[in-house]
């Protein structure tokens, strides 16, 4: 699968991100089953607690319109490193996928694939010790 459309389309929805406070924007982009893409961006708050997550405001909209076939998530920022979604993102996205795949870019054209197994292994053991 060529992930370069959906790495653009995270790209895009960082432009959207409301960072004032970390000055780290960040973009998302989450692929369904039917082809579908859910965008998301940071949104940020003077109570900094309350700030949401580029990749949890994706599969807020995506749940909204009734998808939760969720193939691969798409994430970018501007750093060094390709960004990586931090655990409570790791965690609501096993949620639905605990394999999905994750590709991080960051805006100098480095890209990095992650299965969401190695972000987080054992994702529900740990709450109801499902097998
Ligand atoms: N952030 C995301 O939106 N996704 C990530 O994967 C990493 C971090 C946001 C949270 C906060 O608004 C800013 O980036 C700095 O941590």
Not at 64 to 88: N, T, Y
């Amino acid at each position: 699968m060529d992930h370069s459309p959906l790495i653009r389309a995270a790209i895009e929805a960082r432009g959207n991100a409301h960072a004032p406070y970390s000055g780290f924007p960040v973009g998302a982009a989450l692929l369904c089953g039917d082809g579908s893409v859910f965008l998301g961006c940071n949104v940020e708050n003077l109570s900094f607690g309350l700030t949401m997550c580029a990749e949890r405001v994706a599969i807020g909209a995506a749940v909204a319109a009734g998808k939760r076939d969720f193939q691969c998530l798409a994430i970018a920022a501007e750093s060094d490193e390709v960004p990586s979604p931090c655990g409570a993102c790791r965690q609501v996205l096993a949620e639905f996928n605990p394999e999905l795949t994750v590709f991080s870019a960051n805006l100098s054209g480095k890209v990095e694939r992650f299965s969401l197994e190695i972000l987080l292994p054992r994702a529900s053991t740990g709450i109801l010790n499902r097998p």
